[in-house]
């Protein structure tokens, strides 16, 4: 140590002192030459550090100095990343790997590095399982590396998707005594048992809660262990056993119990978010914006329950009405009524009378939690004009008169258009919490978006690495593709040329001249693009003249049948020719245009090119189509006039044609590729949106299912076209809802729904028979259409809104470029002509 070497420097002899500091001298000259050796043994030496270890060692040094132990390691790991770098080119260029080929073979690298990082996390084992089980016990390495296995967990997604088709086929009108059924019954079963069993070797690999990385410490894993759990105590499969009896579950749980506890079973597909993960981005996006969500809410709620106290105020009992308009009061409103249609007959009314009745509109303000609803409804937009002219015809009186008076504003039948400025009420209510508030969602979800962007790098925080890397390539090829220009008819010989008047000459000279006018261009280029955009707009007048076709209504009295010959030739006037005769010119015009093409190109270059392979499947089938109404007309062959409508159908699809025009158009061009590019990322939303509309479904399949849909109630709109009492009439009642499509009348129809009396597992004689045994009235259903209703159409929809929004910034922040994709476009045109044949050389 320095202390005792200088006490031996201060009292021993000089020539002591010189000892003392040539070793120090000596070894500072042996470590000059080590490291110079060291050097010149680096450079025989190639490529020590894989990249996935650069990228390890950068990140570290990235970190300062507390990542380090020692002063010197901070440089010391700078170093030996720049020398393996400056090595890793070195070696790229003796393999003749430069430009694109040098990234392409050092991203195979990045990738083969993050598959050898993903399994060692695989294989990683924390903590003491269950007390019982260490890292390296042979039981617990043998389920690890079972259960983290790729095709394990294919194993278990397709066991979740088989399991989910079995709840969509699981409705009220199933009868559990069929063979079928009980097959049905019998896979779901071994369903639970799948699941029980891959939920017990996670919990063996991972430790059930005091682990490190425990099962429970997952919420995914909570959600499939309560999924489990539910799946076993709600279970009901008499063929061995497992129920209560008296159709109970396992645990003896009663009839409605076991409704309620088969409800959660519709939880089951969301354990398909674990296991992809593109929806799993998106349900992580959702837990982001859920703060903002549930602030605007907030305001929402706030503004509805303004307008909703000032409504009471307004509207309170002012509703009701007298199916029978000539009454004046309520006291006036019973016994029958003259009614040509009967809308409701009583036992005690004769023939072509109804009975009297005083009700309220579902959609009232009688209190402050019917207005909300109602408001909610407004807001919809769907079915609002009802609850205005409600409004409008009631009586604004202010002041209490003398029972039964005609103008004292309780009791008495509304008048039509009596107080019309109670629609100033709803106007405004639209111009405030509908444009202004509700969009104050849209606004929070972008405004979240573009921060989770900015927070993820400037990346879309809904797609996957893999996604993001097509977005990027879609985006490099949409701005920066070469594109083919067929080359000319080839030359023949100069001798041949001199001959003059050989048929390949003459061959070529035709080929030539086709050539000329397929790559016409005012521009002078040479691209064809003018003789392109003359077909375009050949096309384009194609599909109006295809527009003009209308069915002539027929003569009063005259009955033709249909598809019949008379039916045809009532429509065979002059006008249907003229179309016609039209419609053959653009089909003589676009068979011309292939034969010049496939002329001047030859038909290898001409069938090389998706479009044109098109335009040739469309020519054909349209020429093929005329020759075939052709022949038939003609009465050779004795047909259906109906074959001629099909052929007729076949022809229109030359509309098609005008796809082609999408890639001539800039504007257009631009925006389909925003549209292109932003389909992972919708595609992750409309995932997860389909699996909301699945659960939701088999929900209302438990929920009311077993309502009756042939009695009316309210608005008429449950019924046999919108119920849930199989699983596709489900999906499509919510598939309208999220549309907005009269979801509120299925909504109020449901809420006073009967139980179908079919569907009772008791007869009327029975001592526990129960009407309402399906849980019926559902006065709490507004609560499943409105919670659906808000996430789907205010949350899932405003992200794909956000997705949109985001990419056509992108393409606008592009056009600002100083070399935008117009200058690449027509740069792509230039090399074209010095590329023709796009080999980027």
Known sequence: PAPAAGAAAATGPAKK????????????????????????????????FTPAQLARMAEKAAKGEAGFSEPGELEEAKRKVRSSSQERRELLIEQNKHGSTALVSIQQELKAGRKKEAARVRRRLLGVSLGLFPPAHPLRVKCASGVRHPVFEALILACIILSSILLACDGPTNDSTTAAWKAIAIVDFVMILVFTVEMTLKIVTQG???????????????????????????????????DGGGGSGLLGTSVGGLRTLRTF?????????????GMRLVVMVLFECAPVFINICFIVFFFFTVFAIMG?????????????????????????????????????C???????????????????????????????QEMWLDVMYSAMDTRPGYARKAHGADDFPFGAQPVQERNSNAAWYFVFFILIGVFVVLNLFVGGVVDKFNELKNANGGKNPLQTEEQAQYTESMTLMARMRPFKVPLPPKRPTKAKLAAGSSPEVALYNLRSKCYAVVMWDTSGKGMGTTFDMIISLMVMLNIIVMGLYYWKRLPDGAAYELDGEMAEEYQNTSYYRGLEWCNNVFTAI?????????????????????WNQLDFILVVSSVMGWIVETILTSGAFPLNPAVFRILR?????????????????????RLVDTLVIAVPAMANVASLCFLVIFIFAVMGMDFFGEDDINRGYVNGMYNAHANFRYFGDAFMLLFRTVTGEAWNGVMHDIMVADCDPAFNPLEPDDKDYDEDYCGTPHSGAWSYFVIFHVFVTGLLFELITAIVLDEFGKMNESQELPVNPDMISNFNDHWALLDPKATKM
């Not at 000892?19 to 050097?39: A, F, I, Y």
């Not at 999924?227 to 063929?239: A, K, N, T």
């Not at 009701?320 to 040509?340: A, I, K, L, P, Y």
């Not at 098609?656 to 158009?665: A, E, N, P």
Request: charged fraction near 25%.
């Open 312 to 348: 009471v105020q307004f509207f309170a009992g002012r509703f009701w009405t007298c199916n029978d308009t000539s009454v004046h009061r309520v006291d006036q409103c019973w016994g029958c009524f003259e009614d040509g249609d009967g809308s409701n007959p009583h036992a005690n």
């Open 17 to 48: 002192v010189v000892r003392m500091e040539d070793p120090s001298h000596h070894h500072r000259h042996e470590s000059s030459e080590r490291l110079t050796g060291n050097k010149r043994r680096g450079a025989n030496r190639r490529a020590t």
């Open 649 to 669: 159908v076949a022809r229109l699809t030359r509309a098609l044609k005008s796809i082609r025009m999408v890639g001539r158009i800039k504007g257009i061009a």
């Open 590 to 610: 676009f068979f011309v245009e292939m034969s010049l093409k496939l002329s001047a190109w030859g038909s290898r270059q001409y069938l090389q090119d998706m």
């Open 350 to 380: 004769p023939d072509g009378y109804s009975k009297r009745v005083w009700r309220n509109p579902k959609m009232n303000f009688d209190n402050v939690m019917n207005a909300l609803l109602t408001l909610y409804e407004v807001a919809g």
């Open 265 to 277: 079973r519709a939880l089951r597909p969301l354990r398909t978010i674990q296991r992809m993960p």
């Open 208 to 242: 059930f809660f005091f682990c490190p990385d425990a099962y429970l410490r997952d919420w995914w894993n909570i959600l499939d262990f309560v999924v489990v759990l539910v799946g076993w105590v709600s279970s009901d499969y008499p063929f061995l056993g497992l």
